[in-house]
């Protein structure tokens, strides 16, 4: 059984910033690349952005370039959606993401495999 496990998610004024966790199983996490998605409401999920497992290489929507850093902490398991200048239309739920088995350097934006719960973000105006 895989476990993502996300938190940090809340309400933040727009211009403000938020970082979320993602902590996976060692098994899961030293092989995968992990990404971030959301999902606003009455939308479709859509990628945020992702980081490869070797070089910590990262690839972000264009919505979030800028604005959104992704970073993995190997020792703890765990990878970082750090979001600055939050803008209302980033409010969404966002989730966690692994896909294990990709090459070393990749980034893949669709595919993934296992997801944790979600955590809900909010950004008023």
């Known amino acids: 059984q895989v476990s993502l496990v996300e938190s940090g998610g809340g309400l933040v004024q727009a211009g403000g910033s938020l970082t979320l966790s993602c902590a996976a199983d060692?098994?899961?996490?030293?092989?995968?690349?992990m990404a971030w998605f959301r999902q606003p409401p009455g939308r479709e999920r859509q990628f945020v952005g992702g980081?490869?497992?070797?070089?910590?290489?990262?690839t972000y929507a264009d919505s979030v370039k800028g604005r959104f850093v992704i970073a993995r902490d190997s020792a703890k398991n765990t990878v970082y959606l750090i979001m600055n200048n939050l803008k209302p239309e980033d409010t969404a739920v966002y989730y966690c993401?692994?896909?294990?088995?990709?090459?070393?350097?990749?980034?893949?934006?669709?595919?993934?495999?296992?997801w944790g719960q979600g955590t809900p973000v909010a950004v008023s105006s």
């Open positions: 980081i490869s497992y070797s070089d910590g290489r990262t």
């Open positions: 993401a692994a896909r294990p088995g990709v090459p070393a350097m990749g980034v893949p934006t669709t595919g993934y495999d296992y």
């Open positions: 060692g098994r899961t996490f030293s092989r995968s690349a």
